[in-house]
């Protein structure tokens, strides 16, 4: 346990750079999914066929595999961009923090954008009825009728989307992320202790998802809290 | 403006509306004059609930006219937001927001639709819970509620929008028996306050009492239409007759 | 920058050979990990806690910490203990080939475990009843009555579980494996046109999701005649 102290810091940035990842893909995961969901939901046949593109091929690509096409192609097509203007340039690329951020965000966003559609459809009819017939403009309706009860509904499987999110920037050190798998490749090569380093790892995003399951189930009692009947 | 009183407050002529290819209304004329309280009535099916749902344009007519305190139901958002800032509805479902209390439900559209300050919207909500006689549910989330209850926020939840007219898509169907006539109640309150009214039921008690006019459909059309009076005693149509000796019994 | 579909039509060839590695890692996984999960969801739902804190420890953790670390832990992490190297299954735990078997295997275990226990509990109390009813014990109730129901029940999640564990063996091309990933990586490194290369190896994948959501699908068909009228 004492060579684990000697690199407890730099698991701590680790962790922190796991964490940055973490809520930057958040959002965008929560903007995929929302923007999925509608055009999978709309009436134009080409915002569908999009969509379900965009799910399909997502969710049945590895998330390895979508990490280099994001990294490396974006760095492929930022260097040619580059070279067009100045032919000295070398390479050019994204930030491995956000291609990576990026990248995961559109893996879960896939899954997400089920999530979304399913509970946009699980919001009763009656209740945009309803707020439609009070005079509540589209949009008024879509912010504080549909999104308040739709997120009740989407909670549960997005905690699981949460987990998946987190668990996926282990991917990272594959770019250069240095993430904490990075802090135990590199512990490991000096203290040849891969096991004691790779534990550390897995007692991390233990707990990281330990905290991610407790939020979700108090944000559900929160969320149900107007269902519970009287007494 | 001023001879709006005058002209009918709902016109219908002629309205049709096709769910693909089924005819849900063929050729429906109705005219409501300010503060006329008619009661709809008819089978399942007969197109009650969609003609309804025409003149506040939660369904789009396909032929035809509507025309609604002198706006004409056409395509135009302008004119639909409104005719539906006239019109209020209530519904067989109640259709109350579950996230929001019953004075939120109330305070919504008045602060988003008219933008009236939090304060005052609270002040609104509650002068009309007190109409409809629950002031102290305010605070409750509609699932501690009754089914009376929750059907009376909802009526009191259309009148903060100050409608001049009231449309009730059978508002006692979903309740059990002993709610029935506490929203009953409220309804015929509202028809002495001069309410214009459209209300589908199958409460003949209150057809009788309130009613100016009862309608009676069938099929998608307008089969009767006549002062309660006239409508029970001497219905013209067998269909009507029918409909009456079968809803009458029980 | 210029796309190539002609590099796309070359390397693709190449690409599925990795395909044999994939498809052999991942049955062998599902068929171990699976029958893993067997065990693990009657410890589980076995109401015997010293039985049933076990399993649901082992579940949480394998489903809480990423399938990576699990992988790298039994391949580079196992060697950092002597008495593993001597002994006799070192054999088989140098090898990356068995050592990915080994995570994938109680990875899905994991994951199927709870989905399993999904299914037993979505079957109707009703059914054990009336099996009580009908005078058959504990054992046969669950053979007869509640085991088949809950595997129909389990059919779409295990399903997404099938596809999850494909996506899962990318991760063999870290540990010096030439899986479709693997392989690809190598053409890449030559090429350097990682959108050709990559998209050549996501179509190949999406080919084998494609063929066991046709698996799927058929034997929801087979275990939901009787829901048919
Ligand atoms: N959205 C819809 N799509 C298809 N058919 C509908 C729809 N709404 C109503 N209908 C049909 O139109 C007819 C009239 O319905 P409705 O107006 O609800 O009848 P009522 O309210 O008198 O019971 C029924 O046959 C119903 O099935
Ligand atoms: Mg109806």
New interface residues.
Partial sequence: MGVVVEWLNAFLWGALVILGVFFVALVLTVVWGLIGATAKLSNSTVARGIANAYTTALRGTPELLVLLIVYFGSAVTLTSLAKFVDPSVKFVHIPPFWAGSFAISLIVGAYATETFRGAFLGV?R??I?????????PF?TLF??RL??MW?LALPAFGNHMNSLIKDTALLSVIGVEEIMYTADRATTITNKPFTMYLVVAIIYLAFVSVIIKTVALLEIHAN??????R | MADKTSAAMIQLDRVTKSFGSFQALKGVDLAIERGQKVVVCGPSGSGKSTMIRCI?R?EEHDGGRIVVNGIELTTSVKDI?AV??E???V?Q?F???????AAENLM??PR??RKIPRKEARELAMHYLERVHIPEQAD??????SGGQQQRV?IA??LC?KPEIMLFDEPTSALDPEMIKEVLDVMVELARDGMTMIVVTHEMGFARSVADVVVFMDNGEIVEQAPPQDFFHQARSERTKAFLSRILTH | MNFEISLIWESLPKIAEGAELTVRLHLLSLVFGTVLALGLVLMRISGIAILSWPAFAYIYVFRGTPLLVQVFLIYYGLAQFEFIRASPLWIILREPFWCAIIAFSLNVAAYTAEILRGGIQGVDQGLHEAGRALGLSTSQRFIHVTAPIAIRLSLPAYGNEMISLMKGTALVSLITMYDITGVARTIMARTFAPYEIFISAAIVYLGLTWLIQRAIAHAERRFSRYVRA
């Fill in positions: 009763d009656g209740q009825e309803a707020a439609r017939s009070l005079g509540l403009s008024q504080y009728v308040p009860q009740r809290r107007y269902l519970a009947r009287a | 506040n939660l937001d539906r800032r019109v209020g509805m519904f479902q259709n109350l927001f579950p996230h929001l209390t919504l559209a988003l639709v409750k989330y509609p699932a501690q509620l909802a939840r259309s929008m």
